[in-house]
């Protein structure tokens, strides 16, 4: 029998190893009791002026963040490659939690991008510290897979999650992950929730639990996805103690009920300023950049370079606003529908005032018209009696626009106070408004 320190802490064959500080989450790792080192996979590796600098991970990885790590202690060394050769690298020490254990790891610095787990954990980082158990596996084939969304990374946390899955004895895989790595994307009338540090869909979970849910907006846009997509979700109250309409969180019920909205993308503020050229690759140029709570045209810009999405992000950044961006549609103006109880009552066409802005809303300088209710096409008029419907408006103002380039009708938005005291055409909105009372009263 091998006798254990009880210092030691147990570890399989493979585990999870976690770099907080540079935000690597949960990064598989290789066991390996016949290497002397550890190493890690890093990429662009350069020592100037006695300063070692390099990125953890390669670009093709789902832990890459770009995010430059430097070192004034280092040193060089010489290890046997996989094929018996030698070779120099560097090694560097970083702060590293493996089974829940918080320790410094002096890894080599070497190209893994072809291997099947960026880290190796050798002899030097298991010795008086960890004891090799076989048996022991971090995750196994046909568990069932859980995502636990929070709105920060806490050791406790990871802790707490090795000790459920080892209780679990292989039943369930638990991806632990924050609000900063979802994003949100809506294409071609489908919604989509992407976890980056594991590139898995929300929808390849069969539980998704909100450890904390201090971005309401998102929280909520997620349990609505994953309920839609046959996953459980323990935090229902999520969705059933949600008052706020954002447009985030309307998108999210349109697109679940099959209700298209334009192409859009939504991550956190913090992650935006960053992800140019991911909005770009997805929405094309120009493109509009919203605010999620904002009405009238206020915080509502077309990008149009990288320039401008990054005046925009750091602004909306510095002001704790939340952007959603959306593809750029063509258009010859917007239609602002009222739906009165389960009926169209007026249709408002809007049109902005020039080129000089593609908004068309008359708070905008846009001009606006009544045409009749029939002019919309009869699929429009039941669809947006249903968008009400499913956001609970019984006073409703549905935007919805054509898209002059691919023919097809998107909605914008549901307002619930669809400017029945200002604006245009007061004197027709009243009278329709007094008709609908008065069938309210009379039933």
Do not use: C
Not at 3 to 9: A, G, L, M, Y
Not at 102 to 109: C, D, H, N, P, Q
Not at 201 to 206: F, G, L, M, Q, R
Request: glycine share 6%.
């Amino acid at each position: 029998m091998v006798k254990v320190n009880k210092s030691e802490h147990r570890i399989g064959r493979t585990s999870y190893i976690d770099i907080p500080s540079y935000g690597a989450v949960r990064v598989a790792a290789k066991v390996d009791t016949g290497a002397d080192s550890s190493s890690i996979w890093a990429t662009d590796i350069q020592e100037k002026n006695g300063i070692l600098t390099f990125k953890l991970f390669g670009p093709a990885s789902a832990h890459y963040t770009g995010m430059d790590v430097s070192a004034d202690s280092f040193e060089q060394v010489s290890v046997k490659n996989s094929f018996g050769g030698t070779e120099y690298r560097y090694k560097v020490k970083l702060s590293a939690i493996i089974e829940g254990r918080k320790i410094r790891v002096a890894f080599t610095l070497a190209d893994r991008s072809t291997t099947l787990y960026p880290i190796l954990i050798g002899r030097n980082t298991l010795k008086g510290k960890f004891y090799v158990d076989v048996s022991k596996k971090s995750s196994t084939m046909g568990s069932k897979r859980m995502l636990i969304l929070s709105q920060k990374y806490s050791d406790n946390v990871t802790s707490m999650i090795r000790n459920i899955e080892d209780h679990a004895q292989g039943r369930l895989a638990i991806d632990y992950a924050t609000y900063s790595d979802v994003t949100i994307r809506f294409e071609s009338g489908n919604m989509r929730v992407f976890v980056k540090t594991y590139q898995r869909d929300v929808s390849e979970y069969t539980l998704v639990h909100f450890k904390t849910s201090v971005a309401r907006d998102l929280t909520a846009a997620i349990a609505r996805y994953a309920r839609s997509r046959g996953v459980k979700v323990i935090d229902l109250e999520a969705i059933r103690h949600f008052p706020d309409m954002s447009k985030l969180y309307q998108y999210a019920v349109l697109s679940t009920e099959r209700l298209r909205v334009p192409d859009s993308i939504f991550m956190l503020p913090s992650q935006t300023p960053q992800s140019f050229v991911e909005y770009k690759d997805f929405l094309g140029l120009p493109f509009v950049l919203k605010g999620i709570h904002a009405s009238k045209g206020d915080v509502n810009n077309v990008v149009r370079s990288e320039e401008d999405f990054i005046l925009i992000a750091q602004e909306a950044l510095t002001n704790d606003v939340m952007l959603v961006g959306q593809k750029f549609v063509h258009n010859k103006g917007d239609h602002r529908i009222l739906v009165f109880g389960k009926r169209i009552t007026l249709v408002i066409h809007r049109v902005r005032k020039d080129d000089s802005t593609h908004l068309n809303n008359t708070s905008a300088g846009g001009t606006a018209t009544i045409v009749p209710v029939n002019d919309l096409p009869p699929q429009v008029r039941l669809d947006s009696l249903r968008a009400a419907e499913v956001l609970g408006r019984t006073i409703a103002g549905v935007d919805a626009i054509l898209d002059e380039e691919k023919q097809e009708w998107l909605f914008l938005e549901v307002n619930d106070g669809p400017q029945l005291a200002t604006g245009s055409f007061l004197p027709e909105k009243h009278e329709q408004l007094a008709k609908y009372f008065l069938r309210e009263v009379g039933k």
